[in-house]
């Protein structure tokens, strides 16, 4: 029996009550895509990207909900024990939110509904390196701020809507951090998107980035 998550999408008001966002995609992606789920006890491999997500293609094995008028979707993942194989690593999940920030951690094995606040309270769940998601117009400037928090060395950049072609420039700064001198690149730059990464995984600032065609 897989393990429900309940998301909700939405901002604070000045009163203090909370006001959801519909039409917002949540995407959910696996930690390896040669991994094999259980589907009500018959093995299935995830080999197919999915087609409801576009971008990345590290992100195209995962499964994407879209919040309703309440700015509220769930997510279905399998227990990382028991309904995932291989069993060992324990195999973990990341939620990637609208704003680009992720959640990662091994899904525990109850049936839920989880919030995101028993994740990270009770299930050791953890925010990660965000990924900016910029709209982008072919002919104009893209441009964000990508934070490295000392635990990875890479930031995924995803493109909310494509550029025509991979051959678009880019620049980056990094941030001061006296703890480290990192050297910064990019790598796998593609018309959706691209990857930063410091020489260092303990750097700890951020890195200004810009896209132009």
Request: glycine share 10%.
């Amino acid at each position: 029996m897989p393990c429900d998550i309940k998301i909700s999408v939405g901002y604070r008001t000045n009163t203090g009550s909370f006001t959801g966002l519909p039409n917002l995609s949540v995407i959910a992606v696996p930690s390896a895509n040669t991994q094999t789920y259980s589907y009500a006890g018959t093995w299935r491999e995830n080999v197919v990207s999915n087609p409801g997500i576009v971008g990345n293609a590290a992100l195209n094995h995962g499964q994407i909900a879209v919040t309703d008028v309440n700015g509220e979707c769930t997510h279905t993942l399998p227990y990382s024990s028991g309904e995932t194989h291989p069993a060992s690593p324990e195999a973990r999940w990341s939620l990637l939110f609208p704003d680009g920030q992720i959640l990662s951690g091994e899904v525990p094995s109850v049936a839920g509904p989880l919030r995101v606040d028993d994740l990270v309270q009770t299930y050791g769940w953890s925010w990660s390196s965000s990924v900016y998601v910029a709209p982008v117009t072919p002919g104009t400037l893209a441009r964000g701020i990508a934070s490295f928090t000392g635990s990875s060395s890479s930031v995924t950049i995803l493109f909310s809507s494509p550029f025509v072609s991979s051959g678009y420039g880019l620049k980056l700064a990094p941030s001061y951090d006296a703890a480290t001198e990192p050297k910064v690149y990019y790598s796998n730059k593609s018309a959706t998107g691209f990857d930063i990464v410091v020489s260092d995984s303990a750097y700890v600032g951020t890195v200004d980035w810009e896209a132009t065609l």
